[in-house]
């Protein structure tokens, strides 16, 4: 094990995070905030600490990255940034506890978005930007920026590309892991800013407009402001309801679309479903709606659309309390916390893909039953998917539901009722944000036990890397040579 490695290049993403915090100086000088001193002792400790593992393991080191350091380095990079973001909460007052402040860092970076706060807008809005913006940092993914500027990592690279973006296709854009990373991140920044772009165009200045862009293409959901994005008018709303949309399709395709390859698109199972699904689940909740609450059709299309691309992206904006909407309705918000955006994009849950690839395989199964004779293949995007690939995505939609049904236990066994419990793990592992009961859209985590916050927040950064990520180095052959 390459230990030396592990912690430089921890030390290099610790640089990175520390850089990113300086930026909180920006709006302490913009709106004169007293603030000054707890951002500073942040980055200063972010960086100090960053650029001593790097100095410390740069003696003598050897750039060859297998998969096991690729997987060890990027569970222990997430816990320890989660760690340092939370310390401009801590140094400045904004959130009480460590407990608080590493659940709010943690729910930030995984782009989870649920929250411990109880009045958002009585925070310094520099903090508020640092809270928008670990969304932003952790949406593409810290790790994979650094195997965009970190050459060195050579073949290396790729595993560590792939341990942290398990949900990033594994169709390379280009030969080189880092040329790759890079256009990906490209696509991110050049979405984040055309959406800040039409925002100011609704009249949103433009403290709010990067806030909310860092949350939208991110799929985070943070915003600065305590109604969330109900307040604002009908063009905002659709603004955001359209970059959701965009973020919660695989980054690839948006890279083959700017290339002019239209077939990619046209010929892409999982995109046809995301869509549908949207689509169809939107009509039906337009009509429960417009005929419950007796409302003009697009008020019910406005708040009908928005909560499912905001829920199914795992965004978590919410521009309406869909607990309050009959059964009917709800239902379906519930059931789509089991399904997720598209593979290779910021949103979390099991993937669209995922849920494609098992109803196929039941098909073509059902198909070899009925006609044992004849030859039936599982084609996804017009390919053969082998039995193996079939098998490991059934396995992994197994181990989420054990994983799911294992943690509601653990909260309630914490004194949380049976309801607040399953939505609050099948939040933090889909990294959605609010759920039901006392976590709905009108409430926060801030009742959550102490305990139950540090879990949840282990949950957060297991949905986030996937669950094998983490899983596998708590196996004993992980660790035998």
């Known amino acids: 094990m390459n ?49 001593g593992l790097y100095l410390c393991s740069s003696i003598h080191l050897k750039p060859s990255l297998g998969l096991k350091e690729s997987y060890l380095t990027v569970t222990f990079a997430w816990f320890v940034i989660s760690a340092f973001s939370a310390l401009p909460y801590l140094f400045t007052h904004s959130i009480v506890g460590f407990e608080n402040a590493f659940f709010e860092s943690a729910s930030g970076l995984t782009t989870t978005g649920a929250s411990i706060l109880n009045d958002i807008e009585s925070l310094p809005k520099s903090i508020l930007y640092w809270r928008s913006l670990t969304h932003w940092i952790g949406g593409m993914g810290i790790i994979v920026l650094v195997v965009a500027i970190l050459p060195m990592l050579r073949v290396g690279g790729y595993n560590l590309f792939k341990s942290e973006a398990t949900g990033i296709s594994y169709e390379k854009l280009t030969p080189r892991t880092a040329n790759t990373a890079k256009r990906l991140w490209g696509i991110y920044v050049g979405l984040t800013f055309i959406q800040v772009f039409f925002l100011l165009l609704g009249n949103m ?58 077939r990619k698109l046209t010929h892409n199972d999982e995109l046809k479903t995301y869509l549908g699904i949207i689509l169809v689940t939107g009509i039906i909740i337009t009509v429960v709606l417009a005929r419950h609450f007796n409302l003009g059709i697009e008020e019910a299309f406005r708040k009908a659309f928005f909560q499912v691309i905001s829920i199914i992206t795992s965004t978590g904006y919410i521009t309406d309390d869909y607990l309050l909407w009959p059964t009917r309705g709800w239902i379906f918000i519930f059931l789509l916390f089991f399904v997720g955006a598209s593979v290779g994009s910021t949103g979390g849950g099991i993937k669209v893909i995922r849920l494609v690839v098992a109803f196929k395989s039941f098909y073509v199964n059902f198909l070899r039953l009925v006609h044992p004779n004849s030859v039936f293949v599982l ?43 399953v939505t609050a793990v099948l939040s933090s592992m889909g990294a959605i944000g609010p759920g039901f009961g006392s976590i709905g859209p009108t409430g926060n985590f801030y009742l959550i036990p102490e305990g139950g916050k540090y879990f949840l927040t282990f949950l957060m950064i297991l949905g986030r890397l996937e669950l094998t990520t983490v899983f596998v180095i708590f196996t004993g052959h992980f660790w035998k040579d």
Request: glycine share 10%.
């Open 205 to 262: 200045n433009l403290f709010e407009s990067l806030c909310h862009s860092f949350g939208t293409i991110a799929t985070g959901g943070f915003s600065p402001k305590n109604d969330s994005i109900a307040g604002y008018s009908p063009y905002i709303q659709y603004v955001i309801m359209i970059f959701m949309l965009l973020s919660g399709i695989n980054f690839t395709l948006h890279y083959f679309t700017m290339q002019g390859k239209f």
């Open 379 to 421: 084609r996804i995007n017009g390919e053969v998917v082998d039995d193996e690939k079939v098998s490991n995505i059934l396995g992994f939609i197994v181990l989420y539901f054990v994983t799911a049904f294992i943690g509601t236990m653990v909260m309630i066994f914490m004194n949380v009722d049976a309801w607040t419990s």
């Open 3 to 51: 230990i030396r490695l592990v912690l430089n290049i921890l030390g290099r993403v610790l640089i990175i995070l520390g850089l990113f915090m300086c930026t909180n100086f920006i709006w302490v000088i913009v709106y004169h905030e007293p603030t000054f001193w707890g951002h500073f002792y942040s980055c200063l400790i972010t960086l100090l600490g960053g650029i």
